[in-house]
């Protein structure tokens, strides 16, 4: 619950932040003409809206579970993450290429580059303040972000199981980097007096969200189609069952997310030929209760036993 609330605050602060800059970039692009600015402000219009439906998967993947899904509704999280990738690629990065090409093929000076300056320049301030948010929380969540990291955010991303974190993350690094594009842009447009500037800035955004974009999809997919946990997980688990006194092995351990903080958990482990029936049920009532203490993510756990046969003992010596 705690990790949730984290999240909705990262989305909310994104929410807020992109709402306010895509309605002044969209009015500001209105006033000036700039191909650049409309650019902009569609992508902050389809951050809002991606902002919205991971607000809306969040809500979803909270529904207990019912007779139709026993698991739960924790992958809905991860199916409205891909169509929030599927959205910067194709809208964000699909409108933002149009009007770089209209713009180039018809350049059109901007009218009053000022009021452009003014609203970007608040632009990059808002959005500098939700990424700072979305980059704590998300260095909250993934450990190897510490002072001395043993990650690049690109590998912190992959190995995150909440896409909610990075999306946000990367959305506002990707706006940031926009805003000071359109602001290259902008500067080169006016004082080169070459208004196909314009447009060119306004493909070098596409450019931007469509690499983002396909990063962001290719990572939901992967949540969506089921990843394992974490190896220190699945090595707790194991030494769990490695150190019951029934259990003469426990190699095969099979491990799948079914939402940030849900793990269905599928356990083979070896017994001695002679263990009695009921010594192998009470193996797994305290391992089962263990496991659960040791890693609360785990949502379900599935055992299944196997007897196995003792080496025959060896020959007398003669």
Known sequence: MAAHASSKTVIYAALAGNLAIAVTKLAAAAWTGSSVMLSEGVHSLVDTGNELLLLYGLHRAAKPADELHPFGYGRELYFWSFIVALLIFSIGAGVSFYEGVIHILEPVPISDSRVSYIVLGLALLFEGGSWYVAWKG????????????DLDYI????????????????????????????????????RLDMPVLDGVASIGIALLLGATGAFLARESKGLLMGEPAGPKTRERILAIARRHGDIVSADNLYTVHLAPRQILVALTLDFAADCPGREIER????????????????????????????PPAAAPAD
């Open 138 to 149: 998300f260095r909250a969540e993934s450990p190897g972000l510490g002072p001395v990291p």
């Open 155 to 190: 590998d912190a991303a992959t190995r995150s199981k909440d896409p909610t974190m990075f999306m946000v993350l990367f959305e506002d690094s990707a706006a940031l980097i926009g805003i000071l594009i359109a602001l290259a842009g902008t500067f080169a447009s006016e």
């Open 283 to 310: 193996d797994f009532s305290r391992l089962e209760a263990d496991i659960r203490k040791a890693c609360p993510d785990v949502a379900a756990l599935f055992i299944k036993p196997r007897l196995r046969a003792q």
